[in-house]
């Protein structure tokens, strides 16, 4: 604890002497559906808290709804005198903020490694499954790609407008996965791509994908799935911050158009033993399949965690490349879980069926869980695509009949945390109810 509070301090005091004119840090953290919660230090105060001085937040910030309500959760919230609970510094992560108007810094915190970690905490739920995988001699090793819409600035009486094409307002004259496309909005991707390494993101391929205005933007791989995650959720803070700064609106909205694709969050894992030996392809690959059944076995439960609100259930099916059933295949993208071309040592799964918009902690810990579940069942999977394009099983297309798949499901409970399965299947529940508190203009049409 010694050395790391060393290590904190000199990182606090380097970020001091390099950004002089920066007075305050957002600590932040994710909450249970994705969004960034937390307090604005002094740089003076964050010195104190590097060197050892108590950080606490609420608990309950972790269970905030989608509009920052809070739910009854059973004794959480209301019953338990809203407690505060011990948060740390996560080292390598204090970083400047370039797209405000003022100079800032941020960093992130977590209650992850304290005394008492939040067992529902996104991070926490993450560091929990690594940890017992590293203690079974599992080394994963992640990569993130993250589809977005870029929309002009102002909404349209609520609704998203296409963002303007330098060459035309015509969103049909946007070239769909043409490389004058990247072209036409580079000043503000090249803004988007450098903030991010400033943020210490590594950056790889951009790519204009099918929709008006969508793009996709890929991430190295990392042997820190922690990082890994760390480096989605701050992309999609930066990215929004860097937008508004263009006169853009940035949104990782899962389906913000019926008529074309939505966006998903496409995550790349690969498992490695302490040699470095690719787990998945030994043995003639049968490793790999034991995974994947692993993982279609478990996903008809984690939908809450793929899919986290009601408009990312409208991205599944119907569109391109957006599965309706569970299923895997090699180099096919119309399954959820694809084996990309690959030689035996960088053998992989690509998990495809996440929304963009989904807690990127959580994703990554139920995609690991299916692929431990399923080495140590050892299954025979079902027929890829490959060899049967009707393959597949059933999962829940709508939150309620998800939450109920996912509440009782022994695996998860084990695996992820029974309090957290619990806390967050209630989140996800509450969310949804809430959602349906509002008479649409198309109800009255209909049946006024």
Known sequence: MKSQACTLLAEVRTFRQNHPDVRYVDLIAL?????????????????????????????????????????????????????????????????????????LGQMLITSDGTEAPIEFEPREVLAKVLERLQHKGIHPVGAFELEFYLFDKKLDNGLPQFARDPLSDDPDDQPNLHIERLSRFSEV????????????????????????????????????????ADWAALFCRSTRGVALKHGYRASFMAKPYLQYPGSGMHVHVSLYDGAGNNLLAAHQQQPLRHAVAGCLELLPHCMPIFSPNHNAFRRLGGTVNAATRASWGFEDRDACVRIPESDPRNLRIEHRLASADANPYLVLAAILVGLEHGLEAKREPIAPLNEDRSSGTDFPLDMLDAVRAMQHQAVLRDKLGAEFVDVYCENKRQDHLAFQQEINAREYRWFL
Not at 47 to 75: C, H, M, R, T, Y
Not at 81 to 91: I, K, T
Not at 210 to 224: A, T, V
């Open 189 to 228: 991707l090249d803004d988007m791509a450098q903030t991010a390494k400033d943020q210490g993101i590594d950056i790889t391929v951009i790519t204009a994908e099918i929709g008006p205005g969508q793009f996709e933007i890929n991430f190295g791989h990392l042997n820190d799935g922690l990082r890994a």
């Open 31 to 103: 909450d249970i559906p994705g969004h960034f919660y937390g307090k604005r230090y002094p740089i003076e105060m964050l010195e104190k808290v590097a060197a050892g001085s108590p950080l606490k937040l609420p608990q309950n910030a972790v269970l905030l709804g989608v509009q920052g309500g809070l739910f009854k959760i059973g004794d959480y919230c209301f019953n338990d005198g809203d407690p505060d609970a011990n948060r740390r510094l996560v080292p390598g992560t204090l970083k400047p903020v370039s797209w405000e108007s003022q100079p």
